[in-house]
Nanobody, 123 residues
């Protein structure tokens, strides 16, 4: 089993930045693919970005490309999401997720989920 704990959410004005962290515990062999999703009130969970176990393969949703950066820490366990040039439409609960395989943007194919961290961007 893997437990994922997100941190770093908060409130910021449009144009500002936040950095989210996701720290796995339990199975920490760092071979899991990791991703960030978000869910705004009344909307479906939306894919944001993903990274494979080595950090060599990365993918972003078009809505965040050029503004968000996903990365892994030196231990390859902790995953970060650097969010720059934030917009009000980025407001959502952000979830960290882990999967055995890299390459999917579909939430049901992720095996482990964190509890989420709120990001609020005001105009």
């Amino acid at each position: 089993q893997v437990q994922l704990v997100e941190s770093g959410g908060g409130s910021v004005q449009a144009g500002g930045s936040l950095r989210l962290s996701c720290a796995p515990s339990g199975r920490t062999d760092s071979t899991l693919a990791m991703a960030w999703f978000r869910q705004a009130p009344g909307k479906e969970r939306e894919y944001v970005a993903s990274i494979n176990w080595s950090g060599g393969s990365i993918d972003y949703a078009d809505s965040v490309k050029g503004r968000f950066t996903i990365s892994r820490g030196h231990s390859k366990n902790t995953v970060y999401l650097q969010m720059n040039s934030l917009k009000p439409e980025d407001t959502a609960v952000y979830y960290c997720a882990a999967a055995l395989w890299y390459g999917t943007t579909w939430p049901p194919e992720y095996d482990y989920w964190g509890q989420g961290t709120q990001v609020t961007v005001s105009s």
